[in-house]
DNA sequence: TAGTGGTCTAGACCACGGA
DNA sequence: CCGTGGTCTAGACCACTAC
């Protein structure tokens, strides 16, 4: 059998995939080091190692110095999601797109939100309230508190033409941040919002940013009844 | 001011993630091309451009040949899941795990599930249902479509030590596929299981799987009340 | 301490795609 | 066309860590 020679990491990495796919390499094996590798495909170490750091970043191996590259035993399930700009997902939807601002007030931090977004006490905190529409139709429900104190400017603008979520994205650059989805009943208000009735399921997403430990806004973005957030992998 | 000089990748991805961040270079704006910030961090044009991939990946550049390297505009929102096994997701909650299968029939696809999962019309399906406990309490209720064409094995299986899904895992091996999270109620059934009110939010994950097109498995996870999915980036 | 992956270099060629 | 990013090479040194 002769080999076929691969040059290109990304072949390699097919390759080493489909050789991981056929358990030609049990599920935590060893597998032969760069070195062997790039001398049977006749390349460089280094494009070998570009095809298994791939592979270790989708989690197929598992790579440590000294003891190797070994299969996977548990491959991860990983999924990226992209969050969309709620403009740009409207419009995907060909749906006219609007929004509307229905609060904006300096407040206080809920107690329950002081692990999610640890401002401290004396912290000058802008809540906001937005609506935003697909044709008319309430699409999703915006609470937002923003740390004035980590962007002033923020406190200044009229909201009526951009989103507080698109001038924070233009304007408030964050170095971490942390995202919790889950499940909740409609409730009073948001029933009323969405016409439906208190008990319907909403899909909710709450998000924190900071920029380095300087916590920037919490938001709790409630969905319309029926959404699904999705992603391929 | 002299230049410090820069020649860890890391490095250099952070002095570019700082001159983001302070706005040095706008948003839309095209940066110095690869040789050129070697040059000025004297380093290899190869070191750099790992730095560049890797902002490329953040999404906070985007890349194109000739055109050059722009700061993004938008920076997307991207959250990476790591959807866990079960059996590791209860017992890092320090709680005991077990689970049990209730169900397991040949059983046609339902309808609503033929665009989510493209099994051909004389496709030999296996249903199994399967509940995850965490110290005997519900923790997960799973229903499960398997593709017997494409795993038969699968079909002669025990599950009471493996549960479905570690089996699946480790024995068939998927290319591509497709996540869906929603709300639902908890509804008739898994309101007696969960012991809640048919009216309790539920959060409710679908995947699919598919290797090189041929389709393995559609499941569907509904979650105990309160569950919450949580990453950080 | 020795073996393995991780990284850097200097140079080269190539592929894409804007002008 | 031709500038820019994308990739490959051969070699070197380093960092981590299992043994």
Redesign the pocket.
């Known amino acids: 059998m002769t080999v076929r020679e691969l040059?290109?990491?990304?072949e390699i990495r097919e390759e080493l995939h489909r050789r991981i796919n056929d358990r030609i390499w049990q599920p935590g094996e060893t597998i032969p080091?760069?070195?062997d590798l790039a001398e049977e495909f006749g390349?460089?170490?280094?494009?070998v190692?570009?095809a298994?750091?791939a592979l270790?970043e989708a989690g197929l191996v598992t790579?440590?110095?000294?003891?190797?590259?070994r299969v996977a035993v548990n491959p991860p399930h990983k999924a990226t999601f992209t969050i969309p700009i709620i403009r740009e997902e409207v419009e995907a939807r060909g749906a006219a797109y609007s929004h509307s601002l229905l609060k904006r007030v300096e407040a206080g931090l809920p107690p329950q939100l002081h692990a999610a977004f640890p401002v401290g006490e004396g912290a000058r905190l802008l809540f906001t309230e937005t609506v935003y529409f697909a044709d008319d139709r309430p699409f999703m429900f915006e609470e937002r508190y923003t740390n004035l104190d980590a962007v002033p400017e923020f406190g200044t603008i009229a909201f009526d033409l951009i989103t507080p979520n698109e001038w924070l994205v233009q304007n408030a650059p964050y170095t971490s941040g942390d995202l919790t989805c889950y499940a909740a009943n409609a409730g009073e208000r948001l029933s009323r919002f969405f016409e439906v009735a208190q008990e319907t399921p909403l899909f909710v997403m709450e998000r924190a940013t900071a920029n380095q430990k300087v916590p920037i806004t919490h938001v709790r973005m409630s969905y319309q009844p029926g959404y699904r957030l999705r992603t391929r992998f």
């Not at 040059?7 to 990304?10: G, V």
């Not at 790579?63 to 590259?69: I, L, P, V």
């Open positions: 040059n290109s990491w990304t080091g760069e070195a390349c460089a170490r280094t494009t190692s570009r298994l750091r270790a790579r440590r110095r000294k003891a190797g590259t």
